[in-house]
């Protein structure tokens, strides 16, 4: 298996095995959008619709690309975005992202919806750590997210703001995807053809959603589409008054993450966030929505400098990371590029996606001459 993990150079690659490796409904989960997926498609194109412009002779043998984003430093402008469910993709989930996340010095984020819990992650990952809140409709619920996460110290929290309701993710009414999987004669195929993912998933430890298991039964005990699990347990009442209680009562570093317009970074400033976190959750919300880097110019303008701008969605490559650096960004985070890498492969899949990523970011900053993320600006980077 390590073999196929050493032949998979880039996303495309790790999507492919992960297809192969996943029963059908739990890979389009990953792989897939909301409606026609327009959104989703142009995350990665807009970053095809400009060009690097390098300077050369720049003496670039040592390369320094760590950045401080939320007050944590770490050793490599991307780090993981919070996703759910990753005990599906593979039997060690979190801890195999968590791990891979720690040996590259990165950030490494844990959703609500996630299925290791926060203290086994706290006591087991020392890289930094955030949080990413999902606000429900059981007040209690929130209060103990936020409560174990403080005595856990974890190291920041973002609260997503753009998962108001379920996004419309048509593959999943097709396949008929659920949380937990539910036994149909559907789905007993599908893991019959995947037999070394059932055997793990069955064998394993019981699958269940950690932070929620005692409030909510849904997407443990009772199966739910994701869409459903939303749109019945999420707090559609939250507003920027109820963002700015939990970023009080969290009272450390504090993303509002699923920003995508000038006016809300402005408003995330005045509740007292220190980032924002341009996404459009992937493209899997709202289908029509503007790509994070065809935005991140006129936020960065807008509050670059006060707030932490970091980027999101759609990256798939190192002159990716690099161009949205160059137009501002703090650093850049994702989602789908360490998922497929988790499921074709664990840590290990995980750790090659992050050496590939890596690699990439630091040749093309020798090639674009230069030494520090901080020499990147808009001189480097024009549109056609
Ligand atoms: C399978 C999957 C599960 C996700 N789960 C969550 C989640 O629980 N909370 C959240 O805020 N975002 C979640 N996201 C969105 C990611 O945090 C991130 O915004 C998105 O993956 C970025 O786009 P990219 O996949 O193109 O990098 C999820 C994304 C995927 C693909």
């Known amino acids: 298996m390590f073999n ?6 880039n996303t495309k690659d790790f999507r492919s095995l992960a297809k192969k490796r996943l029963p059908g409904p739990i890979f389009h989960y990953i792989d897939g959008a909301a409606d026609d997926e327009v959104t989703y498609r142009r995350n990665t194109e807009s970053y095809e619709q400009c060009d690097l412009v390098p300077n050369v002779l720049a003496g670039v043998e040592n390369i320094d690309m760590s950045t401080t984003v939320m007050g944590q430093k770490i050793d490599m402008p991307f780090f993981l975005s919070p996703t759910a469910l990753q005990r599906l993709f593979h039997h060690d989930g979190e801890m195999a992202v968590g791990r891979a996340a720690e040996k590259f010095g990165t950030m490494f984020g844990i959703s609500s919806l996630g299925t290791v819990s926060i203290e086994e992650i706290a006591q087991q990952i020392k890289t930094p750590k955030l949080f990413q809140l999902y606000v429900h409709r059981d007040k209690g619920l929130n209060k103990s997210m936020i409560d174990r996460c403080k005595e856990s110290n974890f190291d920041a929290m973002a609260l997503t703001v753009d998962t108001i ?21 559907k789905s007993l195929f599908s893991f019959a053809m995947h ?6 998933y069955f064998a394993r430890s019981k699958f269940e959603l950690s932070q929620l298991k005692d409030y909510v039964q849904e997407g443990t005990n009772i199966s739910v589409s994701v869409g459903e699990y939303f749109t019945k347990l999420i707090d559609q009442s939250m507003d920027w008054k109820a963002a700015e209680e939990i970023n009080k009562y969290w009272g450390k570093q504090f993303a509002l993450k699923g920003i995508m317009s000038v006016e809300d970074a402005k408003r995330a400033i005045d509740i007292g966030a220190t980032a924002i976190i341009i996404s459009n959750h992937g493209g899997r919300q709202l289908d029509g929505s503007r790509a994070p880097f065809d935005q991140l110019a006129e936020i960065v303008d807008a509050v670059g400098d006060k707030i932490d701008v970091i980027c999101e969605g759609g990256i798939r490559r190192g002159t990716h990371v ?4 160059s137009l501002g960004a703090k650093a850049c985070s994702g989602g789908r590029s360490y998922l497929y890498a988790l499921a074709a492969g664990g840590q290990k899949g995980v750790e090659k996606a992050l050496t590939n990523l890596y690699t990439e970011i630091e040749r093309d900053m020798k090639l674009m001459g230069v030494t520090n993320i901080s020499q990147l600006n808009r001189k480097n980077i024009r549109f056609r």
Do not use: M, Q
């Not at 196929?4 to 150079?9: D, G, K, P």
């Not at 037999?195 to 793990?200: C, E, G, I, V, Y």
């Open 322 to 325: 690099l161009k949205a650096l």
């Open 165 to 185: 309701v379920g996004g419309n993710r048509e593959r999943d009414l097709y396949t008929g995807f659920t949380s937990p999987p539910k036994l149909t004669l």
């Open 4 to 9: 196929y993990i050493n032949n998979c150079h």
């Open 195 to 200: 037999p070394s993912w059932s055997l793990n």
